[in-house]
């Protein structure tokens, strides 16, 4: 299988300029249930927005907003300052008159059409000559590494080439932005992997503005500048994938980005935004999210559990927890300890392994708590 | 042969007409239609979707009564020409076109349409270029039955009809009661051809096969 990265040749043919979008005051309600609930956001050009979330946060209604093909029931959202859809306004610009593209779970190849007929359509649509039509075809096809398939139909294709083919018909009449709606849950693991690197070479050789919804971590965290976790129709917090997955502000983010160790605690101790928190682990240093926190207020620690060290023999001042049960996962094990009634997360590489029963010392790395907002 | 019998060409020229235009007209009123109920959702879905399905449950001879009543009512009207006739078989028809491209257009994911008009078209365009040419066979499947059926169609004309209007299968039963079987052999044997000849040339197209 031809690799796009390799084939840059044509990349002046499909390279978009990267357009700036924003949605301001988003509401849509589908009868008694708040999909979107006053959602703004400013889409930066060139940049991929990953807005994460678990199934019915309102993100695929963001992103399906955005296209067209769903009309809200206020706010506005604009292109490149024009609004292409203004509720006070009543502008509504139909979804053919918007210059996206769009990648669709479900791929939505059209199965009467040839792979080459699937890419050519939006040039038709906009009316090119025939010359044109075939050239950036071609062009297109021999950049997502399927030269020569252009005649086959999408049935005839293998899951990852019906995505590529998908990504090729989005892109290929250079539009303003590209839309992702989950586009890659519908592959097994290995090519999700693949795909999913794929996608981060091709946003590194054309940088276009990309807005992906996924309620996939990994995905998320591999494909953004930015990532916004959403949660019941509003945003529950924007960062860079670093913040997210390091400082998340919530129960709710941490939960999302794979923290299972959210530890109750009460503040001992308070210095600007760092804190320390008595916890079933002992005294920990944490950092907050916000700074009016004062001793003795109840506070909820992050702390993940590759982040907390695992020490049997060691007499520190850690607390001691016993091994309820160990799962190998081949570069790591993962450990339930109880200590005092709590039940903690603990990832070890170590090969030194843990009869369940034993007892162990557990304590986190400095500087990895993080003190998160109560919902 | 054919023009020895004063009956048989205006007949089979009538029946030929109501056959080609009825079912035409069933399948272009039942995409409009099944379009509005399964994608637009309109305010009267509801009512269209049964208004649908009735025609179903009442008999060909009953909704001749219904439509003859109507539209002998209407002055300078249709009552007495072809167009009664018409459309009296595109009411009784028009469910089971109806189902066919309704439950074709059922099969048709949204996402295609939706790609489509992100693509470019506008619904006008995805209709033309996506959904016609994905229930082609559903189409072309049940243009042939309203065809066949239109053309056999007995219970519903027999009241409507009138000495200019005479269509094959009216004709037929007109000669069967004389007893003049030469004729009566005509009329069959035209109702067969015009009958076989569509669906020898269009079956192939009404295939699933996606060539």
């Known amino acids: 299988m031809a690799d796009w990265q390799q084939s840059v040749r044509g990349l002046s043919q499909v390279a978009a300029e990267p357009s700036y979008l924003s949605v301001c005051g988003l509401t849509k309600s589908y009868g008694a249930v708040l999909a979107l609930d006053n959602f703004s956001l400013d889409f930066v050009g060139g940049q991929c927005t990953v807005l994460l979330g678990p199934s019915g946060c309102g993100k695929t209604t963001v992103l399906r907003s955005i296209a067209g093909l769903i009309s809200p029931d206020a706010g506005r959202i604009n292109i490149d300052n024009s609004a292409v859809f203004d509720a006070a306004a009543g502008t509504n610009v139909p979804p053919e008159k918007r210059r996206l593209g769009m990648v669709f779970q479900s791929y939505a190849l059209w199965p009467h059409l040839s792979v080459a007929q699937n890419i050519a359509y939006p040039l038709i649509s906009a009316g090119l000559s025939k010359g044109e039509i075939a050239s950036r075809t071609n062009a297109m096809l021999e950049w997502i590494g399927l030269a020569g398939l252009g005649g086959r139909y999408a049935h005839e294709l293998s899951g990852g080439q019906q995505q590529r083919v998908s990504l090729g018909r989005a892109m290929v009449a250079k539009p303003r932005a590209i839309l992702f709606d989950e586009p890659l849950s519908n592959l097994d693991a290995r090519l999700r992997e693949r795909m999913r690197l794929e996608l981060l070479a091709l946003r590194q050789q054309a940088p276009f503005t990309a807005i992906y919804v996924t309620h996939d971590q990994l995905e998320a965290m591999t494909l953004a500048d930015r990532v916004v976790v959403m949660r019941a129709g509003s945003i529950e917090q924007v960062g860079s994938p670093e913040d997210v997955y390091k400082r998340p502000r919530t129960r709710f983010s941490a939960e999302f980005v794979g923290i299972p160790n959210l530890l109750e605690g009460t503040v001992r101790s308070v210095m600007g935004a760092d804190l320390v928190v008595e916890t079933v682990v002992g005294a920990v240093a944490a950092h907050g999210w916000r700074s009016d926190w004062s001793p003795g207020a109840k506070c909820t620690v992050a702390v993940r559990p590759s982040l907390i060290c695992l020490r049997c023999q060691e007499a520190t001042d850690a607390r001691r927890g016993s091994i309820i049960r160990s799962v190998y996962q081949g570069t790591s094990t993962i450990y339930l300890v109880e200590l005092d009634g709590t039940q903690l997360a603990v990832e070890s590489l170590s090969e030194e392994r843990h009869a369940p029963g034993s007892t162990v010392a557990v304590m986190p790395v400095p500087g990895a708590v993080f003190a998160v907002l109560d919902d | ?211």
């Open chain 2, 1 to 211: 042969m054919l023009f020895e019998y004063p009956q048989v060409w205006p007949s089979a020229q009538h029946s030929l007409f109501l056959a080609l235009a009825g079912a035409t007209c069933c399948v272009a009123l039942a995409i409009a239609l099944a379009w509005y109920v399964i994608r637009m959702r309109g305010r009267f879905a509801g009512a269209v979707e049964y208004a649908m399905v009735l025609p179903l449950g009442i008999p060909g001879i009953a909704l001749g009564i219904g439509i003859l009543s109507l539209w002998i009512l209407v002055p300078g009207g249709i009552y007495g020409t072809l167009w009664i006739l018409l459309l009296a078989y595109v009411t009784a028809h028009i469910p089971v076109a109806m189902q066919f491209v309704g439950s074709a257009l059922h099969g048709i994911h949204t996402d295609l349409e939706d790609a489509s008009r992100i693509a470019g078209q506008a619904w006008t365009g995805t209709i033309r270029r996506v959904d016609i040419p994905l229930m082609r066979p559903a189409l072309i499947g049940s243009w042939l039955l309203m065809y066949v059926v239109i053309l056999r169609e007995i219970s519903l004309v027999i009241l409507l009809y009138n000495p200019s209007t005479v269509v094959l299968s009216v004709g037929l039963m007109d000669v069967w009661s004389s007893g003049f079987y030469p004729e009566l052999a005509v009329f069959s044997l035209l109702l067969l051809v015009l009958g076989l000849a569509p669906v020898a040339v269009l079956w192939k197209f009404a295939r699933f096969a996606p060539d």
